[in-house]
């Protein structure tokens, strides 16, 4: 729907929201490149499998993956002002949803990410719940709890008949459906390959739950989420069910993690609970910081960045080989350093520089 | 009976450990309000200091030179993070210093794998590990409880009688004030992470000869040790180290009698979670009210 904007001329509908409106960029308004970046990138999302394949495009899926993980955490913490070191829990519950529903119940794996995604929901919600009560350093010291107690949890003998204990689970190889298999064969000639399988899937999921994250920060929920960030007590005054919206946050956030868990499982066809340390967690938290804690974008650099940095490291290490023996304890000092040289230079992250730099370029005289 | 006299003295001499972690984590907790989660991986990389002070292949000293030496270069190192990484940050937001203490706590744990490989190693201990009580407590466990004491008791007399110590009380209690007095509060800050980086590498020192010296040794150590502070009270010293031996004890009846020594940190999440929310100022803790 088209409106019209003071000075008379036709502007559409989603550009005359807030403030932002106002700013140009080279000419350009900002929500009108906003939405020209997030095309680029959905355009790049979908070229991708056709240049690339093996294990540069399950690379990208896996980036893709971590980008949705961190897009949880972001939703909760950059969105929400509630901390969270333990979203590996919430990662290992989607994972371990989707395993298990595939395992036990021999569903398609196609269809495990929904339920999955609902478990995740109600996990979150509920562990939602207990957080109301806790002030941002206590909720940080029971989610740092929580990380550190999951791997110990999912070993545990009582439920080692679902979780397959400490040997994990071995997955079914998920092949693509035979009505993608005929399209792709009669359009290209070849076959798909099972890598460009998971990264398609990999990508459908990521884009659609993107595309929602999107749509949620710039609704009336996510308006409610930012005020409850920025002042609790003025945004219980204007009305907002604060308990509701912060649980809420918790469960949606857990989801976004949870389904990431899922494509885990199904990209890699095992998952061990040595894959739920709270490795995993400082792996999300480093990817929210560097990105932009409150930023979706940055949710997509921060998942490139924390897989890129151990291929970083190795090379790093590869090259030194003489002078360093143990090249896995450098991707954990690279990581450190950056969140350090983050906290100090950038607060904002990646997504922050960015905005500076379009204020730099859109008040240039 | 026995089994439960064995568990409840095994139970007081992990409890030692966790004391130690809980007094560490509440210093610095009283000092700048905020949680140091990197105090595990600190004090574990102080335990590869002292390893490798003792070890044949590193200087090779007798196991108590390495020992004071070893919690000198701790308290030179804590305080050295105060002032280079926290000082600059002092009035950063919470988001912040939590970032930058899963920044240590990453960076120690890959240092520590980095310089000294993450092979499992032995680490010596004087006191020897033969039983003291036989089927009830060794040596090694009961020298645990008699340092961990002994250190307990210096720390005391530190805060109570001397100038200095009630500076630091006051550096933590009232900065404002404090400074108006003329009290250096960054030097006291500093002073007081590097006590308890200090603290940190004694608990450190004892525990490695039991679960073998590795860059993953202190994570659940260090649960424990937020859990005892917790239970404890946040803002009694004296209240984590009471906390802590009642973390020690609890965790080997619940993983001897009721739940197994698999769920033992389940059960150090439970509690904490439990705590905060029903009793949030713990056992000894002042009750904190805010204005809003």
């Not at chain 1, 990521?206 to 005020?227: E, K």
């Not at chain 1, 409850?228 to 857990?254: E, H, Q, W, Y």
């Not at chain 2, 989660?37 to 292949?57: H, K, N, P, R, V």
């Not at chain 2, 009232?174 to 007081?192: D, H, K, W």
């Amino acid at each position: 729907m088209a409106s019209t904007d003071m000075a008379g001329k036709s502007v559409p509908a989603f550009l005359n929201q807030n403030p932002k409106d106002r700013i140009l960029v080279l000419g350009v308004p900002l929500p009108l490149l906003e939405r020209v970046c997030l095309y680029v990138l959905l355009a790049a999302v979908v070229v991708l499998p056709m240049v690339y394949d093996g294990y540069d495009i399950y690379e990208f899926g896996k980036i893709l993956m971590y980008m949705l993980a961190v897009l949880g955490l972001n939703l909760l913490t950059g969105f929400n002002g509630q901390f969270s070191l333990g979203h590996s829990a919430f990662f290992a519950v989607g994972a371990y949803a989707t395993a298990i529903m595939m395992d036990q119940l021999g569903m398609p794996y196609w269809a495990t990410i929904i339920p999955a995604a609902a478990v995740c929901f109600v996990a979150g919600f509920l562990f939602g719940l207990p957080a109301l009560r806790l002030d941002g350093l206590f909720l940080a010291l029971a989610t740092f709890a929580l990380a550190i107690a999951t791997p110990q949890l999912l070993k545990y003998d009582g439920i080692a008949h679902l979780t397959g204990g400490v040997q994990g689970i071995v997955l079914d190889t998920p092949y693509p459906p035979g009505w993608v298999d005929s399209i792709v064969m009669s359009i290209t000639g070849e076959e798909l390959s099972l890598d460009r399988w998971k990264y398609m899937f990999t990508a459908f999921v990521a884009v659609i739950m993107f595309a929602g994250a999107w749509n949620l920060v710039h609704s009336r929920t996510g308006r409610a989420l930012i005020a409850i960030r920025d002042n609790p007590l003025s945004a219980k005054t204007m009305g907002i069910n604060t308990s509701m919206f912060k649980s809420a946050a918790f469960g949606v956030s857990a989801m976004y993690t949870g389904v990431a868990g899922s494509l885990f499982a199904i990209m890699d066809e095992y998952l061990a609970p040595e894959s739920f340390t709270f490795a995993e967690a400082i792996k999300f938290l480093v990817g929210g910081v560097i990105g932009g804690i409150a930023s979706l974008f940055g949710a997509i650099f921060g998942g490139w960045f924390v897989l890129e940095i151990p291929n970083i490291a190795d090379l790093a290490a590869s090259s030194l080989e003489n002078y360093i023996n143990n090249p896995q304890g450098l991707t954990g000092l690279i990581y450190g350093l950056f969140l350090i040289f983050t906290v100090y230079v950038m607060p904002m992250g990646a997504a922050g520089l960015a905005q500076i730099l379009v204020h730099k370029i859109s008040t240039r005289r | 009976m026995d089994l439960f006299i064995e568990q409840t003295v095994s139970g007081l001499a992990s409890g030692a450990i966790y004391a130690c972690l809980a007094l560490a984590v509440v210093m610095i907790y009283q000092a700048i309000d905020h949680f140091n989660f990197a105090q595990g991986e600190m004090a574990m990389f102080s335990t590869y200091i002292a390893w490798y002070l003792m070890d044949d292949a590193g200087l090779g000293l007798p196991f108590w030179v390495a020992f004071f030496v070893c919690i000198i270069v701790s308290f030179i190192g804590g305080a050295a993070i105060e002032r280079i990484v926290f000082a600059p940050i002092s009035d950063a937001p919470v988001l912040s210093h939590i970032i930058v203490f899963i920044a240590l706590f990453s960076m120690f744990n890959s240092l520590a794998g980095f310089m000294f490989d993450f092979t499992p190693k032995q680490f010596t201990t004087p006191f020897g590990h033969e039983a003291l009580i036989e089927g009830v407590i060794s040596w090694h466990r009961a020298g645990m409880v008699g340092v961990t004491l002994i250190m307990l008791l210096l720390i005391y007399a530190f805060f109570r009688y001397t100038p200095i110590g009630l500076a630091m009380r006051a550096a933590a209690a009232a900065p404002e004030s404090a400074r108006l007095v003329g009290i250096r509060v960054g030097f006291m800050l500093a002073l007081g992470w590097g006590l308890a980086a200090a603290v940190g590498s004694v608990a450190g020192m004892l525990i490695a000869p039991i679960t073998f010296l590795t860059p993953d040794m202190m994570l659940g150590t260090l649960l424990y040790g937020f859990a005892g502070a917790v239970v404890g009270g946040l803002t009694s010293p004296l209240g984590a180290v009471i906390g802590g031996f009642m973390v020690g004890i609890l965790e080997n009846w619940m993983g001897t009698f009721v739940v197994g020594s698999q769920l033992k940190l389940t059960v150090a999440l439970v509690l904490i979670i439990v705590v905060l929310l029903v009793k949030p100022a713990g056992l000894l803790g002042r009750v904190v009210v805010k204005r809003v």
